[in-house]
Structure formats: C-alpha cells, structure tokens
C-alpha cells in the first residue's frame, strides 16, 4: 500500500506545470476568451498591451494583439500573470507573492 501511495506522489510531483487558474471556486483554463476570464476573475491589477506582426516572406500580413494581466491575490497566494494572443489566454505564468 505504501509503494502505490508512494508512486503515486512521484508522479504527481512529475506532472508538469498547470495550465490552469483558480479565481474563488472558478477555473480559468488556456485557450478561455478574454471576456471570460474578467467575469470570472475581476479587473487584474495591472494590464500591458502591445502589437507585433505577422511577417510572411519578410512582408507584414497583420498583427497579433498581445495583453499581459497581472493578477494580484493577496500576501498568501502567488500573482498571476495571463498572456492573451487576439482575445485568447495562451499562456499562465506564477510569479512571487502578492502584497
């Protein structure tokens, strides 16, 4: 029993990073639309936006629009930083804690 507890830790501590966030008893997930995650999420702290092109053979097609939020939640918890790509959360990252 202890072996089978055991391997299942390791493999829990072998999982790679999540993909996912938690606002109160909510789930934000990649691939969430911009919208979603503000309603469920709230404002976050701090936002930067900016553009970057889309070249295709060295000629500029379009742009992405990229937004980087910074959610804060508190002393206890780490901050939050979301990247979305057009409207869509593409990326989650942790950063230290909050204040």
Same mark, same amino acid.
């Given at each position: &029993? *202890? ?5 299942? =830790?390791?493999? #829990? ?10 606002? $109160? ?10 919208? *979603?995650? /503000?309603?469920?999420? $709230? ?11 889309? #070249? ?17 939640? $508190?002393?206890?918890?780490? &901050?939050?930083?979301?990247?979305? /790509?057009? $409207?869509?959360?593409? =990326? ?8």
């Amino acid at each position: &029993m *202890k072996k089978i507890v055991l391997g299942i =830790f390791c493999i #829990l501590l072998a999982s790679g990073p999540a993909l996912a966030l938690r606002c $109160g008893n909510k789930i934000v997930d990649v691939g969430d639309r911009l919208h *979603k995650v /503000q309603r469920l999420c $709230g404002d976050p702290v701090f936002v930067h936006s900016y553009d970057l092109p889309i #070249l295709v053979y060295g000629y500029i097609q379009g742009y992405n629009h990229f937004e980087v939020w910074t959610y804060n939640f $508190g002393r206890n918890r780490f &901050m939050q930083e979301l990247i979305f /790509q057009n $409207g869509v959360l593409r =990326f989650i990252n942790q950063l230290d804690y909050g204040y």
